[in-house]
């Protein structure tokens, strides 16, 4: 029997990716673009990029790949970008994601430079920030080991004083 995964990102999956580019955008200081697209074999990937035209650099090692235009699947909202919808942008790959059909793994990561670098069933393990929401009761238990830290005095000293040079 062969393994045989769902062909397409779910919404939650989507939701997440989406706020990875907004993520990413933050971080960089730059638009980053999310698109969508479907592989010969059927299966959803997401490629992040930025525009050239926007980069710092545009070093002769760099992957690119155009992006956005009309029928383009984008996810980011970038308000940097005039019309990403019917403007195709020349693009530095930063990275993406793809669902795979190997077995024991939804997803594959796929680095800068095109090479397939990790995988897992879980989107979450994949992405760049935690976008994971935290547990209910989560956020009150680091709060209250945070707090728990200050109220401990300063360690003391044990030993017998160093003696000084003069």
């Known amino acids: ?30 638009p980053v673009i999310a698109e969508i697209d479907t592989t010969e074999d059927g299966l959803e990937w997401i490629a992040f990029g930025v525009p050239l035209d926007i980069a710092d650099e545009n070093p002769d090692d760099i992957v690119t790949l155009e992006m956005g235009g009309p029928g383009a699947r984008l996810i980011s909202e970038s308000s940097d970008l005039e019309n990403p919808e019917d403007e195709v942008y020349a693009c530095e790959f930063l990275w993406g994601i793809q669902i795979t059909d190997i ?36 956020l009150l238990e680091a709060e209250e080991n945070d707090d728990d830290e200050e109220d401990d005095p300063p360690p003391t000293s044990q030993g017998p004083a160093s003696p000084t040079l003069h």
């Open 103 to 138: 077995e024991n793994a939804r997803f594959v990561r796929i680095d800068f430079e095109g090479e397939e670098v990790e995988w897992g069933d879980d989107i979450e393990e994949l992405l760049p920030f935690g976008m994971r929401e935290p547990e209910a009761g989560e």
């Open 1 to 30: 029997m062969s393994f045989v995964p769902e062909p397409t990102f779910t919404d939650h999956e989507i939701a997440l990716l989406k706020k990875t580019a907004e993520a990413l955008t933050a971080y960089l200081g730059k």
